[in-house]
Nanobody
Framework: QVQLVESGGGLVQAGGSLRLSCAAS????????MGWFRQAPGKEREFVVAISWSGGSTNYADSVKGRFVISRDNAKNTVYLQMNSLKPEDTAVYSCAAELYGAIIGGTYKYWGQGTQVTVSS
């Protein structure tokens, strides 16, 4: 079965950096668009960034543009999220998601990981 496993979360001070990873198995990774989403306590889940199946296109939420960078390594079945200049408002559970040849703008995702906690202290 399809599994998405996130890692790399933790506690960091404002202005710091973290790199999240999402390892996929049970699917042909190179055919899947991948997205990162986050959910803060008491708030709805929000879109962060997506990357096309080829890696040639990306789409960022305005709130993270210029600070976060998504990348993928199809040989390792892994998508990464490099988060720089972190702010306390970035605190959330970050989850990755996968969709077969999915759209990176307004797309829906079939497969989801369990998430990893990111906490940014002020």
């Amino acid at each position: 079965q399809v599994q998405l496993v996130e890692s790399g979360g933790g506690l960091v001070q404002a202005g710091g950096s973290l790199r999240l990873s999402c390892a996929a198995s049970g699917l042909t990774f190179s055919k899947y668009a991948m997205g990162w989403f986050r959910q803060a306590p008491g708030k709805e889940r929000e879109f962060v960034v997506a990357i096309s199946w080829s890696g040639g296109s990306t789409n960022y939420a305005d709130s993270v543009k210029g600070r976060f960078v998504i990348s993928r390594d199809n040989a390792k079945n892994t998508v990464y999220l490099q988060m720089n200049s972190l702010k306390p408002e970035d605190t959330a559970v970050y989850s990755c998601a996968a969709e077969l040849y999915g759209a990176i703008i307004g797309g829906t995702y079939k497969y989801w990981g369990q998430g990893t906690q990111v906490t940014v202290s002020s």
